[in-house]
């Protein structure tokens, strides 16, 4: 075993023991559900550390301290597979079971749901236990709705502590090109009809933003996914995750083949979705799957394990207060880049919203510049409040590229706070502890490594979830 990986293992350890300790963390169970369910996700988010999982496949090469030790603190089992469940268990995690039809039944029984399914479920939960949520059905399909709702009804019926989460289909393609959807099904209210039906407690998406040529990447429309998302949660009144793309494919004749993600791709990835006020994390795929995963095919770490175990460190950090903030916004602050000897606006998405000074005003700031120049050189700025209407904001660097090593792509911004404002307090990634960041003449500079992202709130209170 190397020493990296003891360091990574011992060090995890260490963190979530601390972590466990210091946020506001007593069981969910003692805490009494709220008499409205769509109330009962935000009770789970704030009783635990910050969500971290990965699917697991496979347990040939499922062992659970190389799991933990990669910072993840629940494991999704993806198949009732007995394996699975013993090996999680040994090694005391928490985990997430995922009813669907079809992994129980076979392909054959992709609509039923009886006695049968019902009472395999409850016996996994009798015989392993630690079973902390359902993930009720993965991409359901606008006739496959109604048939999750009645699992999500009966789980929540029968486990009422237990998180009931649902995975959305990435559609919205046709409005994320101004298009008309077929039938005049519009992703929204194809989000309607999972929180109005399935009623999850949290509702998830999966979008793997990374393609090989010819397509190449598509992070305006990540961005539009994750704004879509936020959007329908907020209405609904939920809290939400997202799968991370930690794969990469190269199937014949797939039109559609991913590559694999950088360290500074990784962390776009992250920190993106975090400025847009999701609230949990799960990576696809850590078992040996497609061309490349978060593990080997002989189950040994990839560089991808390592990159994930850094970054989830952080977020464990930041988390503590991310559990309790509520997005209230997210706009772009676009860079600049030299074409034809003239300096030129960088280009966003069709679909973002640009930053405007005085747009932070509310939150300290006045104005935000990106100090270099380049193509991506881009930020994205999320505003928050938490429950006593304190104000926070996340500011996010957007340049990355295949391969690219996250300080390989370190930008330097520059924020003009609001008159008045002499300091803000940033949320450590790296300790989890306050810092104090003083201006000089009303401004401060603020450097991140490629995808990486800060927390930071001018107000005189405390960061939510933590004892200051």
Same mark, same amino acid.
């Given at each position: 075993?190397?020493?990296?990986?003891?360091?990574?293992?011992?060090?995890? &350890?260490?963190?979530?023991?601390?972590?466990?300790?210091?946020?506001?963390s007593e069981p %969910?169970?003692?805490?009494?559900?709220? +008499?409205?369910?769509?109330?009962?996700?935000?009770?789970?988010? #704030?009783?635990?550390?910050?969500?971290?999982?990965? &699917? *697991?496949?496979?347990?040939?090469?499922?062992?659970?301290? *190389?799991?933990?030790?990669?910072?993840?603190?629940?494991?999704?089992?993806?198949?009732?597979? !007995? /394996?699975?469940?013993?090996?999680?268990?040994?090694?005391? &995690?928490?985990?997430?079971?995922?009813?669907?039809?079809?992994?129980f039944y076979g392909?054959?029984?992709?609509?039923? %749901?009886?006695?049968?399914?019902?009472?395999?479920?409850?016996?996994?939960?009798?015989?392993? $236990?630690?079973?902390?949520?359902?993930?009720?059905?993965?991409?359901?399909?606008?006739? /496959?709705?109604?048939?999750?709702?009645? !699992?999500?009804?009966?789980?929540?019926?029968?486990?009422?502590?237990?998180?009931?989460?649902? +995975?959305?289909?990435?559609?919205?393609?046709?409005?994320?090109?101004?298009?008309?959807?077929?039938?005049?099904?519009?992703?929204?209210?194809?989000?309607?009809?999972?929180?109005?039906?399935?009623?999850?407690?949290?509702?998830?998406?999966?979008?793997?933003?990374?393609?090989?040529?010819?397509?190449?990447?598509?992070?305006?429309?990540?961005?539009?996914?994750?704004?879509?998302?936020?959007?329908?949660?907020?209405?609904?009144?939920?809290?939400?995750?997202? %799968?991370?793309?930690?794969?990469?494919?190269?199937?014949?004749?797939?039109?559609?083949?991913?590559?694999?993600?950088?360290?500074?791709?990784?962390?776009?990835?992250?920190?993106?979705?975090?400025?847009y006020g999701f609230?949990?994390?799960?990576?696809?795929?850590?078992?040996?799957?497609?061309?490349?995963?978060?593990?080997? /095919?002989?189950?040994?770490?990839?560089?991808?394990?390592?990159?994930?175990?850094?970054?989830?460190?952080?977020?464990? @950090?930041?988390?503590?207060?991310?559990?309790?903030?509520?997005?209230?916004? *997210?706009?772009?602050?676009?860079?600049?880049?030299?074409?034809?000897?003239?300096?030129?606006?960088?280009?966003?998405?069709?679909?973002?919203?640009?930053?405007?000074?005085?747009?932070?005003? +509310?939150?300290?700031?006045?104005?935000?510049?990106?100090?270099?120049?380049?193509?991506? #050189?881009?930020?994205?700025?999320?505003?928050?409040?938490?429950?006593?209407?304190?104000?926070?904001?996340?500011?996010?660097?957007?340049?990355?590229?295949?391969?690219? $090593?996250?300080? +390989?792509?370190?930008?330097?911004?520059?924020?003009?706070?609001?008159?008045? !404002?002499?300091?803000?307090? #940033?949320?450590? #990634?790296?300790?989890?502890? *306050?810092?104090?960041? @003083?201006?000089?003449?009303?401004?401060?500079?603020?450097?991140?490594?490629?995808?990486?992202?800060?927390? %930071?709130?001018?107000?005189?209170?405390?960061?939510?979830?933590?004892?200051?």
């Amino acid at each position: 075993m190397s020493k990296i990986f003891i360091w990574l293992y011992l060090s995890s &350890l260490l963190l979530i023991a601390c972590l466990s300790a210091c946020v506001n963390s007593e069981p %969910f169970a003692d805490k009494g559900l709220l +008499d409205n369910h769509m109330k009962r996700g935000y009770q789970w988010i #704030r009783s635990r550390p910050f969500t971290l999982t990965s &699917l *697991v496949l496979k347990h040939e090469t499922y062992d659970a301290n *190389v799991y933990s030790a990669c910072n993840l603190n629940a494991a999704l089992l993806w198949k009732p597979e !007995i /394996e699975l469940f013993k090996e999680t268990v040994r090694a005391g &995690l928490p985990w997430h079971g995922h009813a669907k039809s079809r992994r129980f039944y076979g392909n054959e029984g992709a609509d039923r %749901f009886d006695e049968e399914m019902q009472s395999h479920m409850k016996q996994l939960v009798n015989d392993y $236990p630690g079973c902390e949520a359902w993930l009720v059905w993965d991409e359901p399909e606008r006739e /496959e709705i109604k048939l999750a709702g009645q !699992i999500a009804k009966w789980v929540r019926e029968t486990w009422p502590n237990m998180l009931v989460y649902t +995975d959305a289909n990435p559609g919205g393609h046709e409005e994320f090109r101004g298009e008309e959807p077929e039938n005049g099904y519009y992703y929204t209210q194809y989000l309607r009809d999972i929180t109005g039906t399935i009623k999850p407690d949290v509702l998830m998406v999966d979008f793997y933003p990374f393609f090989k040529e010819p397509w190449g990447d598509r992070i305006p429309y990540f961005r539009f996914l994750c704004e879509q998302i936020r959007n329908a949660a907020l209405e609904a009144d939920v809290p939400y995750w997202m %799968f991370i793309q930690a794969y990469s494919e190269d199937t014949v004749g797939n039109t559609n083949n991913r590559r694999y993600p950088s360290e500074s791709d990784l962390r776009l990835q992250v920190f993106t979705t975090l400025a847009y006020g999701f609230t949990g994390l799960s990576y696809f795929i850590y078992s040996p799957a497609f061309e490349r995963s978060i593990l080997n /095919e002989d189950g040994s770490p990839t560089r991808l394990y390592y990159d994930i175990a850094r970054v989830n460190t952080e977020v464990l @950090n930041i988390g503590q207060t991310l559990r309790f903030l509520r997005s209230t916004g *997210v706009q772009i602050v676009a860079g600049h880049h030299t074409a034809n000897g003239t300096m030129t606006n960088n280009k966003p998405g069709a679909h973002d919203i640009l930053w405007e000074p005085g747009a932070g005003l +509310d939150y300290g700031i006045q104005h935000i510049e990106v100090t270099e120049h380049g193509p991506g #050189r881009d930020a994205l700025i999320g505003f928050f409040e938490d429950d006593d209407n304190q104000n926070y904001f996340m500011l996010v660097n957007l340049w990355h590229g295949p391969g690219a $090593p996250a300080s +390989d792509k370190t930008t330097t911004f520059k924020i003009h706070l609001a008159p008045g !404002i002499n300091q803000i307090k #940033r949320l450590s #990634r790296e300790t989890g502890q *306050v810092d104090i960041l @003083n201006a000089t003449d009303g401004v401060i500079f603020v450097t991140l490594p490629g995808g990486t992202g800060d927390l %930071f709130k001018c107000n005189a209170g405390a960061f939510a979830g933590l004892s200051q």
